[in-house]
């Protein structure tokens, strides 16, 4: 696939993110599931292994695959570092 073409997925699957979120709303179980759904598809998108992402944001590669998995959700501090970085909405 092209380049140009990963870019469209990436932006449609973003898009997709964040109307998970958007449908979420109070619920602690989709609101999991949806931040994960928008790690992976930005760590992914940008061809970005777990160790690698959890480095550029200062966090445990445990803690990415909590977040991933919809184990955890992320506290409010890395919740906002998550959108300073752009990978939620």
Known sequence: MAPESWEKILKDAQAITGTLREVAGDDKEKQKHAIGVSIRVY???NKLTMEELAK???????????WEKARNLPNKTKLELLRKEGIIG
Do not use: A, P, Q
Not at 56 to 66: C, D, F, N
């Open 43 to 45: 760590r992914l998108g």
């Open 56 to 66: 550029r944001l200062g966090v445990t590669k445990m803690e990415i695959i909590r």
